[in-house]
């Protein structure tokens, strides 16, 4: 038996999956509260107990792990036009698996550089302007950074005339850097793997460190990846498949989680329908968005304040208590998990709010434009119409028994007809977890995980 542990350091709990390679089969999952206070591997103990009451002894031939615990990978994005640079600079943090904190455009100010010191992120992402185009604005953000931000890491991914620049600058003043191909070397044209893939090693290299992670560095062999990474990685081997298996095509992940609401994509999103031309920034075959504002927990205030209690009290209509007040009690009591019919209704509302307003942000949406050669249709992001399945994760989905109808949430809906979410998906519930446990495996083997998520997500 070939035993593979895949650990996921969440922000909440840390999830334990034990997979037999050989025989392509899940043998036991365990989890527990994370405890970064404590020390990360107190909480991997008491889950690493619960998994072997399951599975017996195991001698486990490797340990694979990803992390969102202490927060994850807090990252800031820099760019030069706000809708261009600075856009394909926050996709670039997103695919690799970072909670966007800040996007800024433009020539960064001194009050923009104390915000992003109060912001606190690990990490920062410089763009801006395409390939021998404007250098003077990179170059500009670059001296502020190594003026006033010297302490944080820094991925450069602009203009590949300021480089030598920039790389003389941060030699000078001692930062630590990367430097990679410009996120958008063209104009509307996206290339954020290289950068997602810096953003990856210094996540490694620095941040696990620096957020007390390296305790588990030696049981483990080193955190991998963030875990949306990890989501979004297992998402494209089932999507695309592999060089020896077909994928089940285009997919949509949706993560409902206590702190934000994640969205995964893996398809090309290009217009289905005739006569509607697609304009704007390129879309990722791969595209992540997070929505820090719609959480079941964490941020169940702003989810409260961003839907409403009418757009919650619509999935929850005989509730006679307030939302306001049940989304604090929440808010205040992360770890709450509901004991009530009642209080299971009211996390499945949440969570239907939640779906619903994070696809609404995520999918694209069409427009009618008026043009002295007549009137015509303008798509601006993924076409997701004809995506044909949707994958359900997270807390509120898992442990409820209507979970299909919180995915259904964020589906086409007449009354808005503009937005191009998923018509009618076939829908799946990752109950045990699998995706980050599969996003681990196919860094190791793609074969494998497609086949393992094929048979117990299908």
Same mark, same amino acid.
């Not at 191909?181 to 996540?203: C, G, H, K, T, Y």
């Not at 297992?234 to 095509?249: E, F, W």
């Not at 779906?355 to 942000?361: Q, T």
């Given at each position: 038996?070939e !035993?593979?542990?895949?650990?996921d350091f ?5 999830k334990?999956t034990?997979i ?12 527990d509260?994370?405890? $970064?206070d404590?020390?990360i591997?107190v909480g991997?103990?008491?889950a690493?107990a619960?998994?072997l009451?399951?599975t017996?002894p195991?001698?486990? *031939?490797e340990?694979?792990?990803c992390?969102s615990?202490a927060g994850?990978?807090k990252?800031v994005?820099i760019?030069?036009?706000?809708e261009?640079t ?5 996709r ?5 698996g970072a909670?966007v904190?800040g996007?800024y455009?433009f020539e960064?100010?001194?009050s923009?550089l104390?915000?992003?010191? @109060?912001?606190?992120?690990?990490l920062?992402? %410089?763009?801006? @302007?395409t #390939?021998?185009?404007n250098k003077?604005?990179?170059l500009? +953000?670059?001296?502020?950074i190594a003026?006033?931000?010297?302490a944080v890491?820094?991925?450069?991914a602009?203009?590949?005339?300021a480089?030598?620049e920039i ?5 000078e003043r001692?930062l630590?850097?990367? %430097?990679v191909? +410009?996120?958008?070397?063209?104009? +509307?044209?996206l290339q954020?793997e290289?950068a997602r893939?810096a953003i990856?090693?210094?996540f490694m290299?620095?941040? $696990?460190?620096?957020?007390?992670l390296?305790?588990?560095?030696e ?10 990474a990890?989501?979004?990685e297992a ?5 695309d498949?592999t060089?020896?298996? #077909? ?7 949706? #993560?409902?989680?206590?702190?934000? *609401?994640d ?6 999103g290009?217009?289905t329908?005739p006569g509607?031309?697609?304009k ?7 595209k992540?968005?997070v929505?820090?504002?719609?959480g079941?927990r964490?941020?169940a205030?702003s989810?409260?304040? *961003?839907?409403?209690?009418?757009r919650?009290l ?6 006679a208590g ?6 604090r009690?929440l808010?205040?009591?992360?770890s709450?998990v ?11 509302a %949440? ?5 619903e307003i994070a696809?609404e942000r995520?999918?694209?949406?069409v427009?009618?434009?008026? *043009?002295?050669?007549g ?7 993924k076409?997701l119409?004809?995506f044909?399945?949707?994958?359900g994760t997270g ?6 028994a209507r979970?299909d109808?919180?995915?259904a949430?964020?589906?086409?809906t007449?009354? +808005?007809?503009t937005?191009?979410?998923p018509?009618?998906?076939n829908?799946l519930i990752?109950?045990?977890?699998? %995706? ?5 495996v196919?860094q190791? #083997?793609?074969?494998? !995980?497609?086949c ?7």
């Amino acid at each position: 038996m070939e !035993a593979v542990l895949c650990i996921d350091f969440g922000s909440t709990y840390t999830k334990l999956t034990a997979i037999d390679l050989h025989g392509e089969r899940i043998l036991g999952t365990a989890k527990d509260l994370t405890t $970064v206070d404590e020390g990360i591997l107190v909480g991997f103990e008491k889950a690493y107990a619960k998994l072997l009451e399951q599975t017996g002894p195991v001698e486990f *031939t490797e340990k694979l792990a990803c992390s969102s615990a202490a927060g994850g990978l807090k990252m800031v994005a820099i760019g030069l036009v706000p809708e261009l640079t600075a856009e394909a600079a926050k996709r670039a943090a997103l695919g690799a698996g970072a909670r966007v904190l800040g996007v800024y455009s433009f020539e960064l100010t001194r009050s923009d550089l104390e915000e992003i010191k @109060g912001l606190e992120p690990d990490l920062l992402l %410089l763009a801006g @302007g395409t #390939d021998g185009g404007n250098k003077t604005c990179i170059l500009h +953000n670059a001296r502020m950074i190594a003026e006033h931000v010297q302490a944080v890491p820094v991925v450069v991914a602009g203009n590949k005339n300021a480089r030598d620049e920039i790389e003389a600058l941060f030699d000078e003043r001692g930062l630590y850097y990367k %430097l990679v191909p +410009n996120v958008m070397p063209r104009l +509307n044209e996206l290339q954020v793997e290289p950068a997602r893939e810096a953003i990856r090693d210094v996540f490694m290299e620095r941040i $696990v460190v620096a957020k007390g992670l390296d305790q588990a560095e030696e049981l483990v062999g080193g955190i991998l990846m963030p875990t949306p990474a990890a989501v979004l990685e297992a998402a494209v081997v089932l999507a695309d498949g592999t060089d020896l298996q #077909d994928g089940i095509g285009p997919l949509v992940v949706i #993560d409902v989680g206590g702190a934000t *609401t994640d969205i995964h994509s893996v398809g090309s999103g290009e217009p289905t329908k005739p006569g509607v031309v697609w304009k704007g920034l390129q879309e990722p075959h791969a595209k992540r968005t997070v929505e820090g504002d719609l959480g079941m927990r964490v941020s169940a205030v702003s989810l409260w304040e *961003t839907a409403g209690s009418r757009r919650i009290l619509k999935h929850l209509p005989e509730y006679a208590g307030s939302v306001e007040a049940r989304c604090r009690m929440l808010q205040g009591e992360v770890s709450l998990v509901p004991q009530t019919a009642e209080d299971a209704a009211f996390d499945e509302a %949440l969570g239907k709010a939640a779906v619903e307003i994070a696809m609404e942000r995520h999918a694209g949406v069409v427009e009618s434009v008026y *043009t002295p050669m007549g009137l015509f249709l303008s798509q601006t992001g993924k076409d997701l119409l004809e995506f044909g399945t949707v994958i359900g994760t997270g807390g509120v989905l898992v442990h409820s028994a209507r979970a299909d109808q919180i995915v259904a949430a964020g589906f086409f809906t007449e009354e +808005n007809p503009t937005c191009l979410k998923p018509l009618r998906p076939n829908v799946l519930i990752d109950r045990t977890y699998l %995706l980050s446990a599969m996003g681990l495996v196919a860094q190791r #083997d793609p074969e494998k !995980a497609l086949c393992l998520m094929k048979k117990y997500l299908i």
